[in-house]
């Protein structure tokens, strides 16, 4: 399984320091679009801005909100 986040330029940036891909989102329907671009042996994780950007049933990892 691949991880891919999908979200802020800050969580994206974070994860990238792992070695871990990303796609930087401004608008909800850019996660929407980077969410549904995701393979199936991919493990999305996902901004707490963008959470509700997944198409229902869709399992996806949230982020927690920031301070």
């Keep these: 399984m691949t991880p891919l986040v999908v979200g802020t330029r800050e969580d994206v940036a974070g994860f990238a320091l792992a070695g871990v891909a990303g796609v930087v989102c401004g608008t909800r329907r850019e996660a929407e679009q980077a969410i549904a671009g995701a393979t199936a042996d991919t493990l999305v994780i996902v901004s707490a801005e963008f959470a509700g950007a997944a198409p229902r049933g869709t ?7 920031g301070p």
Excluded: I, K, Q
Aim: glycine content about 0%; aromatic content about 0%; proline content about 14%.
């Design 59 to 65: 399992l996806v990892v949230a982020l927690p909100e």
